[in-house]
């Protein structure tokens, strides 16, 4: 990091574990936690991590937030734009937003890969080049729309 004058790093996973069995999918994220905040607290000055959610099951993902933040030190918290084949733009996931809001917390959406399950972009192999652009653009552009009365 010195030698590429990096100050800090976040880390994140690129694709989280969202498993459909509650308990795996808890026990999983957190021992991904429990690694990135040691990880981090060996290094404070130049590591931080994002909190990781079992997104498959929201009450057990609102105690993880809770857990992260007060337990763990994470700065802030990753999601994949999918879960388990889901937009993280529905409905479902609202509690989640509302509880991010009332912390402050800022959320960084990390690109499934999935190009949107378009045929399009996907049989053309645009999925890394158009697909995650367009991930994010859905999402925003579904959040958006959902402020709109």
Same mark, same amino acid.
């Given at each position: ?24 999918? @808890? ?6 936690? &429990? !690694? ?5 607290? +060996?290094?404070? /000055?130049?590591? $931080? %991590?994002? @909190? ?6 929201? &009450? !057990? ?5 809770? +857990?992260?933040? /007060?337990?763990? $030190? %994470? ?75």
């Amino acid at each position: 990091m010195e030698d590429a004058g990096v100050g800090r790093q976040v880390l994140s996973p690129n694709h989280p574990p969202y498993l459909p069995e509650e308990a795996e999918c @808890v026990t999983t994220v957190k021992m991904l936690n &429990d !690694a990135y905040a040691e990880f981090a607290r +060996r290094y404070p /000055d130049q590591i $931080g %991590c994002y @909190v990781m959610l079992p997104l498959s099951h929201t &009450d !057990a993902s609102l105690r993880e937030i809770e +857990r992260g933040f /007060d337990g763990l $030190g %994470c700065v802030d918290v990753n999601m994949n734009i999918v879960c388990l084949g889901r937009s993280i733009a529905e409905t479902e996931f609202e509690l989640l937003y509302a509880e991010m809001n009332r912390r402050g917390a800022v959320l960084f959406v990390h690109p499934a890969g999935s190009a949107i399950c378009s045929p399009f972009i996907l049989d053309y192999n645009y999925g890394g080049s158009v697909g995650t652009s367009l991930e994010d653009a859905t999402f925003v552009l579904h959040m958006i729309a959902k402020q709109i009365p």
